[in-house]
């Protein structure tokens, strides 16, 4: 079966700190792989996804990054953060054919100070 | 406009009731998911469906593409199933467009 890692859980940083969070996945191959933000009182945003290694789309422009040096790792960083960088951020998976059911990681809580 | 509309914001129901989410949306889709997020931020993949309906216990999920819109019901709700629930359209790059959340308490 399928499962999805996602770490650290929660995190706490200063402003102007670098970042960077990981997720993977093991039990398949090849998955279309997402990052997600959830800030506090708001919906959830997506902010990158990947179809394939090195392949990366960036939903929303900011100071975030991604990169997906391995085909089931994926990494969200970022050089110096925001106060506004702070939320709940999410990594997801979906296979490549079909309907694309996505599966959610356990998430990260990021606190910027 | 929201391209995904859930409501109620909030709905408070006693342990037993009929509970009832519904989401529309205004773009195309090949498929619509129901998400449920726990108190802790954990999220779950409850439905995923392109047509009719489908039920999973005591949940049930319609969805009705003609008019664009689909619902979430609980039957003999139960404080265990206070959560966000969340309604999410499949975009063209295979991307969710999420909506705002349901955010559901059920009292004993």
């Known amino acids: 079966s399928q499962t999805i890692h996602q770490w650290p859980a929660t995190l706490v940083q200063p402003v102007g700190s670098p970042l960077s969070l990981e997720c993977t996945v093991e039990?398949?191959?090849?998955?279309?792989l997402y990052w997600y933000r959830q800030a506090a009182g708001r919906g959830l945003q997506l902010l990158f996804y990947s179809v394939g290694i090195g392949q990366i789309s960036s939903e929303v422009p900011q100071n975030l990054s991604a990169s997906r040096p391995q085909d089931r790792q994926f990494i969200l960083s970022s050089k110096k953060l925001l106060l506004s960088d702070s939320g709940f951020y999410l990594c997801?998976?979906?296979?490549?054919?079909?309907?694309?059911?996505?599966?959610f990681g356990p998430g990260t809580r990021l606190t910027v100070l | 406009k929201n391209e995904v509309e859930q409501s109620p914001q909030n709905l408070t129901a006693q342990e037993g009731e009929f509970i009832t989410i519904n989401c529309s949306y205004s773009v195309g889709i090949s498929a619509l998911h129901w998400l449920q997020q726990h108190p802790g931020g954990g999220i779950v993949s409850l439905f995923m469906l392109s047509s009719g309906k489908k039920k999973h216990g005591r949940l049930i999920a319609t969805i009705n593409i003609q008019e664009k819109h689909s619902s979430l019901h609980i039957t003999a709700s139960h404080p265990r199933d206070s959560a966000v629930y969340i309604c999410a359209v499949r975009g063209s790059q295979g991307n969710l467009i999420f909506g705002k959340g349901t955010k559901l308490s059920v009292k004993p």
């Open positions: 039990g398949t191959s090849n998955p279309n």
């Open positions: 997801a998976w979906s296979g490549t054919s079909g309907y694309y059911e996505q599966f």
